[in-house]
């Protein structure tokens, strides 16, 4: 499809356990944005890619989470050792240009920690 | 601290009649606002946006307002259909700190209408 695509589109794990969340962004698109929706809460921002430029990580949470972008296309979120408080919606965007084009989001994948 | 608020968490309006939703933000240096519409289990839709250049933008049936000295900006949905009851979030933009073109949202406003 045209649209950003993202995988899987739901999740439930261990606590402790490594997951790995996937997002395919529209083609053309140079800037990837990966954001979270916890319960009853607006969405935050966790790191942004533009390009071939150093990723703006300043919105993870903590060390447990990292982010990589191969090939300027495909993105992948990872989050090691799992906690509770990491259950949330992750959602995925991408725009254009990264300087206020409108970011165009994927259904997310929804984090489910047992 | 919420840089974007949107302090109504729900709306019900009738069908025909005028949905008006509300957001303030703190941030002087966000120069792009943006209204998203989001269905359960979909990502965001962007629905429409206003540079802080103007005070007024229309498309359709939505139009925003801007209002730069008071912070605060408003989505006009007229006339409502049911087909529009969804999660409506404010989203402002400007560079951070680390140089990136970051979107800060409100927690959303759940818009009802009421055939």
């Known amino acids: 499809g045209a649209g950003v695509s993202q995988s899987p589109s739901n999740k439930v794990t261990e606590k402790g356990k490594d997951v790995e969340l996937r997002c395919d962004p529209i083609?053309?698109?140079?800037?990837l944005y990966w954001y979270r929706q916890s319960l009853g809460q607006g969405l935050e921002f966790l790191i942004y890619f533009q390009g071939n430029s150093a990723p703006d990580k300043s919105g993870l949470p903590s060390d447990r989470f990292s982010a990589e972008r191969t090939g300027g296309s495909v993105s992948t979120l990872t989050i090691q050792r799992t906690q509770q408080e990491d259950s949330a919606v992750y959602l995925c965007?991408?725009?254009?240009?990264?300087?206020?084009?409108?970011?165009?989001f994927g259904d997310g994948t929804r984090l489910s920690i047992l | 601290d919420q840089q974007v608020k949107q302090n109504s968490p729900s709306l019900s309006v009738q069908e025909g009649r005028i949905s008006i939703l509300n957001c303030d933000y703190t941030?002087?240096?966000?120069?792009?606002f943006l209204w998203y519409k989001k269905y359960p289990a979909e990502g965001p839709t962007f629905l429409i946006s206003i540079s802080s250049i103007k005070d007024k933008n229309e498309d359709g049936r939505f139009t925003v307002f801007l209002n730069k000295s008071a912070k605060h900006l408003s989505l006009h949905i007229v006339p409502s259909q049911p087909g529009d009851s969804a999660v409506y979030f404010c989203?402002?933009?400007?560079?951070?700190?680390?140089?990136?073109?970051?979107?800060?949202f409100g927690k959303g406003t759940k818009l009802s209408v009421i055939p």
């Open positions: 965007a991408s725009s254009s240009d990264g300087f206020g084009q409108p970011q165009h």
């Open positions: 083609s053309g698109h140079t800037a």
């Open positions: 941030n002087s240096m966000f120069d792009y």
């Open positions: 989203a402002a933009s400007g560079v951070s700190g680390a140089g990136s073109y970051q979107l800060t």
